[in-house]
């Protein structure tokens, strides 16, 4: 199965598009030693505390890129999400570019509830963005699409950092 937007891209973005959605797994090296950051991560989360949540993140951004040999990246935390609209902004990727790295940015609190978010919802959204840096750095695609293989990719990383889920 495709996603509708498919059908308008071009013939090269197909390719990508189709080399994205066949890939299925992130297989991640003794990813059992970042059980324990996860465990500090939720606590973080759950005390609100954005300082010990961002350090957290940013050991497990190492974690993940050392272990999947990947360039590191810069991994910044923020109190509430900006809106567009209705849409609520939940992470941002952005590539190095002219900067030194690439950027994950990733917000705490919901817009309109002003809560944090929960736990799990949080670290999906870290693992989807983390996904975005693997396409071009793992699988050195050209571009970054939402197949149902990336989705998938993003899910097999949630399973190997958080077991019982
Ligand atoms: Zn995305």
Redesign the pocket.
């Known amino acids: 199965m495709v996603f509708s937007y498919y059908n308008k891209l071009s013939a090269a973005r197909k390719r990508v598009y189709r080399k994205s959605d066949e890939l299925h797994a992130v297989p991640l090296p003794d990813g059992k030693a970042l059980h324990p950051l996860i465990a500090r991560l939720a606590e973080a989360l759950e005390h609100e505390d954005r300082d010990r949540t961002e350090e957290i993140c940013k050991a497990l951004a190492r974690g993940l890129t050392s272990r999947l040999g990947v360039p590191l990246l810069r991994l910044k935390v923020l109190a509430m999400r900006p809106t567009t609209g209705s849409e609520e902004l939940h992470?941002l990727?952005e590539l190095a570019e002219g900067r030194a790295s690439a950027v994950i940015t990733l917000w705490m609190r919901t817009a309109k509830h002003r809560r944090v978010v929960a736990f799990r919802a949080f670290l999906r959204t870290f693992l989807?963005?983390m996904?975005?840096h693997l396409d071009y750095h793992l699988y050195h695609l050209p571009d970054?699409y939402?197949t149902e293989g990336?989705y998938k990719r993003e899910s097999s990383l949630f399973h190997q950092l958080v077991p019982e889920a």
């Open positions: 992470g990727y989807h963005e996904c975005h970054s939402h990336f």
